[in-house]
């Protein structure tokens, strides 16, 4: 299958002391590389302050990475401009509440990435939000309302809606459920699945819940402290886990989930 | 269901008692201030010698004309007081406006400056905040000479860092919000972030910073007034009608209650009005 995104040594290390006689860095990537087919979903999991979050960032162009390269079907996106790249990589935020605008209305948040990429006149783009609305199950008429007039599982939906203005090839949750109720958490994860049964979309899903993944994705990459401690197929990696923190990682999740079950 | 966060705000606001009284006073001194004028019994600076220090009409020997009683020079305080609240008004109003627009302009450069840059200026901000606000006018005036359009200027000099914290403040709290960095990402550019996303949700927090520096500034006029640097006799100014009177409190104690009461009871409505709005806006009640 060809790649359709695929990153090669990304890099990058954070200032963390301002004093000009003693600069200090932290790395917080060293060194991560995938590649991810269209339709395809990639996982990566590792716990707190392991560089997830970063990588997400450096993805979406949010974050310009130190070293390494991005490549979206085939051309090097770190030395493009900014504007093809919005659009085809997208991100849907941890939490909705914080994401959303609060002083705009949905209408007014969902129109925001076409009237920058220029695209269509006012009902065009009114049509295109009602699409999209019920692209991701909610109502049309909502689009008038504030976001804090929504539920938790609301709120990430509009939020995969605006993801999804643009046609994006491929989007980059960040934790998209772990903000959620757990009785929310499964109807959005359908979500995403149908949609990206409906469009073709490649996902890169950043969690912590490796029964999640595990049922969720094709591939996952396992990071600790900004390294890239394992990369595969899922079901080798949870089969026969390579690295030793991979191995402590899953049998965490196994003693969690007994103390759950219990 | 519908409902914008402006209209939540309201409905708040309506439910606070004292809130909705300091707003009822308030507009009461507004209208007096600009109909006021027209039916003021007399022109503010006439003397009647015959009638100096004539008291109000509920005491035995008020006089009707002069329903609010004279001064030691015979002029009428309800005329006074009316000309005085429009001065007033108009020029905290002014005064109010003036440093807002500077101070917001600066607190919103400096919310996109480097660190350095950035660490500099609020520090010198700071320095400024540290010495009491009328302290600073006076020095300022002294500098400068007394006289009604230096105290002005003074007092906008003054109010302006409280405008340049608050704005840089709103500003750099909300540019860290997932929702600043989501509109970056829908490719929204500088311009349109600030002035389309970020401004209406520091709006907020200036209406609040607005309503205190009308009462800040208010004090400091009419005190500047009656240490004699703001407006000079024989303008009807509430801060310069307390000092003329001051000789005359013992036995004459309406000449200066009356312009005392009248600052007073300005301050307290637009303090009221401003804490009214403070909860109003505070996401922690409102949502």
Known sequence: MPSLLSAKLLRKSYKVSNNPFKQRYLEVLKGVSFTLSAGQTLAVVGESGSGKSTLARILVGAEKPDSGELLFEDSNILKDSAFSWYRNIRMIFQNPAASLNPRATIRQSLEEPLINAKLGNSQSRKDRIAEVLDLVGLRPEYADRYPHTFSGGQRQRIAIARALMLNPKVIVADEPVSALDVSVQAQIINLLLDLQDQLDLAYVFISHDLGLVQHFSDKVLVMHNGEQKEYGRVGEVFSQPQSKYTIELLNASASYRKVIEK | ?287
Do not use: C
């Not at chain 2, 006089?63 to 020029?91: C, I, V, Y």
């Not at chain 2, 200026?121 to 700071?126: K, P, S």
């Not at chain 2, 540019?175 to 002035?195: P, S």
């Not at chain 2, 009871?265 to 303090?271: A, C, D």
């Open chain 2, 1 to 287: 269901m519908t409902l914008s966060n402006t209209k939540l705000a309201w409905q708040v606001f309506r439910r606070n008692k004292s809130a909705m009284t300091g707003s009822l006073i308030l507009l009461i001194i507004v209208l007096m201030s600009l109909v006021g004028p027209w039916f003021a019994p007399h022109d503010p600076a006439q003397q009647f010698s015959d009638k100096i220090l004539t008291p109000p009409l509920w005491y035995d020997n008020g006089e009707f004309l002069t329903p609010l009683g004279t001064d030691d020079l015979g002029r009428d305080m309800l005329s006074r007081l009316l000309h005085g609240a429009r001065l007033s008004l108009k020029l905290t109003i002014m005064v109010v406006f003036a440093a807002a627009f500077i101070g917001i302009l600066i607190g919103a450069a400096a919310a996109f400056l480097n660190s350095g840059l950035r660490t500099l200026l609020m520090r010198f901000m700071d320095l400024l905040l540290s010495l009491p606000s009328l302290l600073l006018a006076i020095a300022i005036v002294a500098i400068i000479g007394p006289g009604l359009p230096n105290a002005v200027y003074a007092v906008v000099i003054v109010l302006i860092p409280q405008f340049v914290k608050v704005t840089q403040g709103a500003i750099s709290e909300e540019l860290g919000k997932d929702y600043v960095m989501a509109t970056r990402l829908d490719g929204a550019g500088h311009t349109r972030l600030l002035l389309h996303h970020v401004w209406p949700n520091i709006i907020p927090a200036l209406i609040v910073q607005l309503t205190f520096s009308f009462s800040t500034a208010l004090l400091d006029i009419a005190a500047l007034g009656f240490l004699g640097l703001g407006a000079q006799p024989p303008i009807a100014e509430w801060g310069t009608m307390l000092s003329e009177a001051r000789a005359f409190i013992q036995f004459a104690p309406w000449t200066m209650t009356l312009p005392g009461l009248a600052i007073f009871l300005t301050v307290l409505s637009i303090n009221l009005v401003g804490d009214g709005l403070r909860d109003a806006f505070d996401p922690r009640l409102n949502r």
